[in-house]
């Protein structure tokens, strides 16, 4: 299969380029510049890399990009800098999110495409009715008043529950919520939830980045695990932080 990668040369994004060349898929990026990748990718004959601010790309680029793709998904994050946080684009993750979904329904492919959002454990599922305290609301709401990328993560969510919705004759979707990223080399076990089993704010897990890349790498290519957890936002953590 062919997976579209945006964000894949971050912390997160560049294991699951990984985990999906080791799977012997062709995987193509969009990265802002080429020239930090590393070696092995450059002359990898499964890796397409296109050099571009995706959200610089134009509508027919892009639909250009995703028509032979099986598969998208989006690591897409803020830098942590004051630029980064508080400069532009505000809503990066959440207007890449909007360009993608509306290029695959220009390009009405055949067959549903796979679009997976990494996104966070401090975000809440609203289409389910995830528990949260009275505190962890007071502290979310600041989060959404001095954090614009919360903010951001949030609507890039809501974006694909309540626009894609569950019943999209071209999209498919899951929203990956990772608890707590830390980094590790190699992947461990890890256990997968429909809601936070700990709360994000007051008794955060962990989770590596590669379990989460590995996580993703096996959602976009094992059907089985798909219907499972398509339409949901499923949280992840590493098993030694999830009891």
Partial sequence: MKVLIAGASGATGSKLVEQLL????????IVRTPKNLPERWKNN??????????????????????????????????????????????????????????????????????????????????????????????????????????????????????????????IEWVAVRP???????SVTDYEIYPSPIRSAIFNAGKVSRINVAHFMSRLVSDDMLWTKWKGQMPVIYSMSSSS
């Fill in 22 to 29: 080791i799977g012997k898929h062709n995987v193509k990026i």
């Fill in 45 to 170: 004959h499964q890796l397409q890399v296109i050099s571009a601010n995706i959200l610089d790309l134009g509508d027919t680029q892009l639909k250009e990009i995703v028509k032979d793709c099986d598969a998208v998904v989006s690591c897409l994050g803020h830098n942590v800098t004051f630029k980064g946080i508080y400069g532009k684009p505000r809503k990066l993750v959440t207007e890449a999110t909007k360009r993608l979904c509306e290029a695959i329904k220009d390009h009405k492919p055949k067959h549903a495409i796979k679009f997976v959002l990494m996104n966070t454990s401090g975000n809440s599922n609203r289409d389910l009715n995830e528990p949260i305290s009275f505190a962890q609301k007071c502290v979310i709401g600041l989060l959404r008043l001095l954090l614009p990328p919360h903010v951001d993560n949030e609507q890039a969510a809501d974006y694909l529950r309540t626009q894609i919705g569950q019943s999209d004759t071209f």
């Fill in 179 to 185: 608890d707590g990223l830390i980094n590790e080399d």
